[in-house]
Antibody, heavy 117, light 110 residues
Framework: QVQLVQSGSELMKPGASVKVSCKASGYTFSRYGMNWVRQAPGQGLEWMGWINTNTGNPTYAQGFRGRFVISLDTSVSTAYLQISSLRAEDTAMYYC??????????WGQGTLVTVSS | QSALTQPASVSGSPGQSITISCTGTSSDVGGYNYVSWYQQHPGKAPKVMIYEVSNRPSGVSNRFSGSKSGNTASLTISGLQAEDEADYYCTSYTTNNTWLFGGGSKLTVL
């Protein structure tokens, strides 16, 4: 069965960097895109960007260009989200989610990133 | 790009029907049939309930249905049940080759 398993919660200091992983199993990794979605505490879902798992080419939403990097390691069927220069407002749950032709179907369990001094 | 517009809250009694709207522009909802609806219970990951405006994934109850008219998509839940109480989000593909979510609607089953 399709599974997206994300890395565990992170407690980070402002200014640091964090890298969240999303390991896929149960399907052919390169046939589906991978999206990243942010959800701040008590807030709604916010699409951050996605990566073409065939070409490795990422696309970012307007508010997520610069400090956010989406990458892949196809040898281990894993997508990554790296956030640099962390700020308090980056505190959120981060989800990876698989996409196929206009449908985001399977989601990871989420990774809570807390930024606090 | 601003989020798609959804009512912040909707409510209904068990057995009733409710409809949640999702308003965008011709650059997103009105321009594509790639509109999906997600259900999210507290502390859980979202679950797709409707995709491509009106299609239901296997395993989703036929009490959930979707439609679209112009720049507004709608999710209707008929025969409300207590377990339907959750947050609901719409999303649409856009002309920028990106996805855009709605602000979310909290459904309360009275």
């Amino acid at each position: 069965q399709v599974q997206l398993v994300q890395s565990g919660s992170e407690l980070m200091k402002p200014g640091a960097s964090v890298k969240v992983s999303c390991k896929a199993s149960g399907y052919t990794f390169s046939r589906y895109g991978m999206n990243w979605v942010r959800q701040a505490p008590g807030q709604g879902l916010e699409w951050m960007g996605w990566i073409n798992t065939n070409t490795g080419n990422p696309t970012y939403a307007q508010g997520f260009r610069g400090r956010f990097v989406i990458s892949l390691d196809t040898s281990v069927s894993t997508a990554y989200l790296q956030i640099s220069s962390l700020r308090a407002e980056d505190t959120a749950m981060y989800y990876c989610a698989r996409e196929t032709s206009g449908l985001i179907d399977y989601w990871g369990q989420g990774t809570l990133v807390t930024v606090s001094s | 790009q601003s989020a798609l517009t959804q009512p912040a809250s909707v409510s209904g009694s068990p057995g009733q029907s409710i409809t949640i709207s999702c308003t965008g522009t011709s650059s997103d909802v009105g321009g594509y049939n790639y509109v999906s609806w997600y259900q999210q219970h507290p502390g859980k990951a979202p679950k797709v309930m409707i995709y491509e405006v009106s299609n239901r994934p296997s395993g989703v109850s036929n009490r959930f249905s979707g439609s679209k008219s112009g720049n507004t998509a709608s999710l209707t839940i008929s025969g409300l049940q207590a377990e339907d109480e959750a947050d609901y989000y719409c999303t649409s593909y856009t002309t920028n080759n990106t996805w855009l979510f709605g602000g979310g609607s909290k459904l309360t089953v009275l």
